[in-house]
C-alpha cells in the first residue's frame, strides 16, 4: 500500500490556473514524497486548456510551450504562433524591443537610483507576434548575444523522471541548433 497522496485535480487545476490559496500552495509543496502522476495530471490540464492538437511535452513560460508533432518538437505561443525547433533559441523569431537610453531605463525601472546607466545595459522585451504577448524579459549589458535561456533534454527527463520514454527519442534531439538559423539568415546554409 502506498503511503502517496495524490494533488486533486481541481486543486491541481487551481494552482495552473493561479488561483489556488496561499494555504493550497503550501500542502502541494509541502507534500513528500509527490504524486507519482502529478507531471501527467498537469500535462493534461494543460493540454485542456491550449487550443491546439499537437501533444504538449512541456511548458517552458506562462505562454510558451515545446510540443510535439511527427518527427518535429517546436516552440509555440498558446496564441497558435510557432517559434520553430526548440533545438534553436525562440527568441531568434520573437518581436524584440529593446531599451537602452537612460529615458527609457528609467521608466522601466521606476526610479533612477535603481536603473542602470545608459551604455552600460539593454532591456530587450520578447513579444510574440501572434498575440503580442510579452514572453520574456532580460537585461544585459548593451550588445550582448540574446540568451538562449535552456536547452532541455526531453528524452532524459522523459525516460528517466518520467518512466515514460517518448516515442521518436534519440541523441539528436538534445543539440542546440540556434547556429543553424544564424548561418542561414548570413546566407551560409
Known amino acids: 500500500m502506498s503511503d502517496k497522496v495524490a494533488v486533486p485535480q481541481e486543486m491541481l487545476r487551481r494552482l495552473v490556473e493561479g488561483t489556488a490559496s ?8 509541502a507534500m513528500d514524497p509527490k ?76 526610479m533612477e537610483e535603481f536603473s542602470p546607466d545608459e551604455g552600460f545595459a539593454e532591456v530587450r522585451e520578447y513579444i510574440c507576434p501572434g498575440c503580442l504577448a510579452l514572453l520574456a524579459t532580460e537585461v544585459v549589458p548593451e550588445g550582448y548575444p540574446i540568451v538562449f535561456d535552456a536547452l532541455l ?11 515514460n520514454p517518448l516515442p521518436d527519442a534519440g541523441p539528436d534531439w538534445y543539440r542546440d541548433l540556434t547556429h543553424t538559423q544564424l548561418a542561414h539568415w548570413a546566407g551560409g546554409v
Request: aromatic share 14%.
Open 153 to 163: 533534454d526531453l528524452d532524459t527527463f522523459y525516460r528517466d523522471w518520467q518512466s
Open 35 to 110: 504524486d507519482p502522476d502529478r507531471f501527467a495530471n498537469y500535462m493534461a490540464i494543460l493540454q485542456a486548456n491550449t487550443a491546439f492538437a499537437e501533444r504538449i511535452l512541456l511548458r517552458i513560460s506562462d505562454h510558451l510551450y515545446i510540443v510535439a508533432r511527427p518527427g518535429a518538437r517546436f516552440v509555440k505561443c498558446d496564441c497558435g504562433h510557432e517559434f520553430g525547433d526548440y533545438r534553436i533559441n525562440w527568441k531568434l523569431n520573437a518581436l524584440i524591443r529593446v531599451s537602452a537610453s537612460q529615458a527609457e531605463l528609467i521608466r522601466m525601472y521606476g
Open 22 to 29: 496561499r494555504d493550497e500552495v503550501f500542502r502541494v509543496r
